[in-house]
């Protein structure tokens, strides 16, 4: 039999680590759609800075079939759309931060819970979660991977009533 070690270290079969992977791939919407937010803020904030150092130009108005005259105006609208973007993609993040923090409020067990819910949710650190709950690193990590299970049945048990 083929082992497959997933990132805590357990071995198991190819389709368990796939099972794993897409329980964890579901919990990691909220930290994805963070990170894509946070990365368009940056963004704003650099177009900003290019803004204030553009010097508008007065000048007659001009026909010409050339290319844009008006660098301003142009950083202004990518500035625009980009807010536009930010916009959609915190929608995004709260209607995933809703689904998951629904299905992890579905694992009756506490302790998975709480782990659940500080690393996906909280984005604490292994460290910081086996603080907090008084436990090795380990016992964290071995107690994450009964939790992706957990939330395994639960995702599989909403599917099939979906299909019903």
Partial sequence: MIFVATAN???VK???AEKDNSAKRYLQQIRLC?????????????????VT????????????GGGSQDKLSDAVAKIVDLEAEIDREIDR????????????DRVEDARLHTVLNMR?????TWEQ????????????CKLHGTALQAVEKIIKISEENDIS
């Avoid at 150092?53 to 010409?64: A, F, G, M, R, Y």
């Avoid at 979660?129 to 964290?140: E, K, L, P």
Wanted: hydrophobic letters at 40%; aromatic letters at 8%.
């Fill in 34 to 50: 963070n990170s894509r937010i946070n990365a368009k803020l940056e963004e704003r904030e650099r177009l900003k800075a290019i």
């Fill in 93 to 104: 993040l709260v209607d995933a931060r809703t689904a998951v923090t629904a299905t992890i």
């Fill in 129 to 140: 979660i086996a603080c907090y709950m008084g436990r090795s690193y380990q016992w964290v």
């Fill in 14 to 16: 190819p389709m368990e």
């Fill in 120 to 124: 996906y949710v909280q984005f604490k």
């Fill in 53 to 64: 150092k553009i010097t508008p130009t007065l000048k007659q108005d001009v026909v010409s």
């Fill in 9 to 11: 270290g357990r071995k």
